[in-house]
């Protein structure tokens, strides 16, 4: 039962008490006869008949005050499209390239938006759930051979580098060419194994990789790489066997999850990209894990040896990394996934007694499949072969359509009914999911002769697989995933797959984010339309006691609050400065003065005990640079309160880098 309900419930029930005592004072003598009308001396039938009022009167409270969505969330699907849909699951995934391949010379790549499948038992039935890549994976003949962190520089000059003076820790990553023909050797010559030099005219120009190990200690590494690498040398053996070494350009690191082809979801315009950031990384945080390195063409084209080594140079040692970092703690060829695939619903039939329907998806059975948004919808008319696209309420239609002509369709979600069958088949599901209701608007009048009112809706939607996705949480046994475009390429689970989660507006606001006691879907649907004056008021302007409250209510909206970690997490963002500074711009012309801001952005240690606060300060210093105004930039500084500053992050003017 809703927490709403039961506030409303309370709420009316205490109203039918107070008049009754009223009753009893002004008429004792009625009051006696009738049992004495006083709540803890009330007589059984007639205090359940209060209740009985109350219930009843609840459920029409509960129906007046959920009217209120009707509009908002139409408004809201056209402002922010995709935020009031269901959240899925999603997991990052590792391939397992075949070496022995002669065309994996040339690279493999897998665009986003492949699919992969995974087969699950679910007693004599046999059921698929379907993921799909949100960002490209490229496959090489290349591995990491070795991963060493040192503390101090003793290593790193054994190495025969010529350290930077202030040089704390060192990191050397070796990678190895693996090829069809045979191995190399220690020594770095090749045995039958191409240089590294063929992999770079065949277009290797970049490569991921996604840490994996305890978050705290790999939340640490994160802060090694993006803030205390002071430079990265290539280092590789020439015909002779003696080191050569050449230093990587600035550019060489880059940071994972943060490009146009790398979200979860579909590309939208319509709203803030830094809020599509949030969303990611609540929905999988190790999607940003890790780093990138770029312009390998370039470099791997002087190294004629099939091995080379990069070596990281940092300003600050972290004891922890020492005895912990190995090969298994950097992965190649990762990259996450979403259980969200497109699929087409029922036809549905249009009549006069119903004023909304039921979306199913195609695919059998029902259960299994949830609708997260549509993407196409259109009417069909009694003759059979006549159709016309309906738009959603509050859009502009097509240049085909007069706005007064055309037909519009709102959607509404309810939480779902689980049958007694299903709870026989697996009583220990977490997740319900939601249905999905579409409702037809028709012109009145119309002076087009194929608009008469239409008798069937034909809906494409992104779907998910509902609650499968929970099976293959905690290493599922004997469930393996395939790619769809390539049946033969093995794939690992790093991490996930995630709980998937209900739709926002559906979910129930804990008390302690809410100044309405029992506040629900109202709430959270105000919380998601003050996010579109995010910038009315700024940073430090909403609360002159607590300037990070405005990032705070930011973060709650997207963290799933029921999860104690999450909820601490957004708690321990505790200061937000905001200071003017002033950058020189290169352009055309020369140099010129730039004014922006510097955000330094406080966190507390113990909230993020065990997890760390590099990658969402990493997200936090994205989302800032998105809603920065023209002509200026923001420059990012994560500060902890136990250890000072973290983190700097190069100054930002939108999503690009500023100098």
Not at 431 to 459: F, K, M, N, V, W
Not at 592 to 611: H, I, K, M, N, S
Request: proline residues 7%; neutral net charge.
């Amino acid at each position: 039962m809703q927490q709403e309900f039961l506030d409303h419930y309370e709420r009316e029930l205490n109203t039918l008490y107070e008049r009754a005592e009223v009753f009893a004072a002004e008429y004792p003598g009625l009051a006696a006869r009738l049992g004495g009308l006083v709540r803890n001396r009330m007589d059984p039938g007639l205090a359940g008949l209060l209740e009985g009022a109350a219930f009843l009167a609840a459920r029409v409270q509960l129906k007046l005050s959920s009217e209120f969505s009707t509009f908002t969330t139409a408004l809201l699907e056209q402002l922010m499209p995709g935020y009031l849909a269901p959240v899925p699951s999603a997991m990052l995934v590792q391939a397992q390239p075949d070496f022995r391949k002669p065309d994996l010379a040339m690279g493999q790549r897998f665009e986003p938006g492949s699919y992969l499948d995974a087969m699950l038992s679910d007693g004599d039935r046999r059921m698929s759930c379907r993921f799909r890549l949100s960002a490209p994976l490229e496959l090489w003949p290349i591995e990491l051979e070795r991963a060493e962190y040192t503390t101090g520089a003793s290593t790193l000059q054994a190495l025969g580098l010529e350290v930077l003076t202030g040089t704390a820790a060192g990191l050397r990553l070796r990678f190895v060419r693996r090829g069809a023909v045979g191995k190399a050797d220690p020594e770095g010559k090749a045995d039958g194994v191409l240089p590294m030099q063929e992999l770079a005219k065949a277009g290797l120009s970049r490569l991921n990789l996604h840490l994996n190990g305890p978050t705290a200690e790999m939340s640490a590494l994160y802060e090694q790489v993006f803030g205390r690498c002071k430079r990265v040398t290539l280092r590789w053996l020439d015909a002779q066997g003696d080191p050569r070494f050449r230093v990587a350009p600035a550019g060489l690191l880059g940071q994972i999850g943060f490009d146009q082809d790398e979200s979860f979801f579909p590309e939208e315009t319509r709203f803030f990209e830094g809020f599509g950031l949030l969303r990611d990384f609540h929905i999988l945080p190790d999607k940003f894990m890790g780093f990138r390195l770029l312009g390998l063409q370039e470099l791997l084209a002087h190294v004629p040896s099939a091995s080379f080594d990069l070596l990281f140079e940092f300003d600050q040692a972290d004891g922890r990394l020492a005895p912990l970092l190995g090969p298994r703690s950097f992965r190649l060829f990762a990259a996450p996934a979403i259980n969200l695939f497109q699929e087409r619903c029922a036809r549905v039939r249009v009549d006069e007694a119903h004023s909304e329907y039921l979306l199913t998806p195609q695919p059998s059975p029902a259960e299994n499949y949830e609708v997260h948004s549509l993407t196409r919808v259109r009417a069909h008319f009694g003759d059979g072969k006549t159709t016309l696209p309906v738009w959603p309420v509050h859009a502009l239609p097509g240049h085909q359509a007069r706005p007064e002509d055309a037909l519009y369709f709102s959607l509404r979600r309810r939480p779902r009914r689980v049958s007694r069958q299903e709870m026989r088949r697996n009583p220990n599901r977490t997740y319900t999911g939601s249905e999905a209701l579409i409702a037809l608007h028709q012109p009145a009048q119309s002076a087009d002769e194929a608009a008469r009112p239409a008798r069937g809706l034909q809906a494409d939607a992104l779907c998910t697989n509902r609650h499968l996705p929970t099976h293959l949480r905690g290493g599922a046994q004997g469930v393996k995933f395939r790619l769809v475009d390539d049946t033969q390429v093995g794939l690992n689970c790093l991490a996930g797959p995630t709980q998937p989660r209900l739709p926002l507006a559906l979910q129930d606001v804990p008390h302690a984010q809410s100044s309405v006691a029992g506040a629900s879907s109202g709430a959270r649907l105000w919380q998601l339309l003050n996010c579109l004056k995010f910038n009315q008021l700024g940073l430090t302007d909403r609360n002159a006691d607590e300037p990070a409250g405005g990032l705070r209510d930011v973060l709650a909206l997207f963290a799933d609050l029921s999860d104690a970690i999450s909820a601490r997490h957004v708690q321990g963002l505790i200061g937000c400065e905001v200071q003017p500074r002033v950058r020189s711009m290169r352009h055309a012309d020369g140099f010129a003065p730039v004014r922006g801001l510097q955000v330094t952005l406080t966190f507390e240690d113990q909230a993020f005990e065990g997890t760390g606060f590099a990658i969402l300060g990493a997200v936090l210093d994205r989302f800032l640079a998105d809603n920065v105004q023209i002509n200026s930039f923001t420059q990012t500084v994560i500060r902890s309160r136990a250890r000072g500053d973290v983190l700097r992050f190069p100054p930002r003017s939108g999503t690009g880098p500023v100098l």
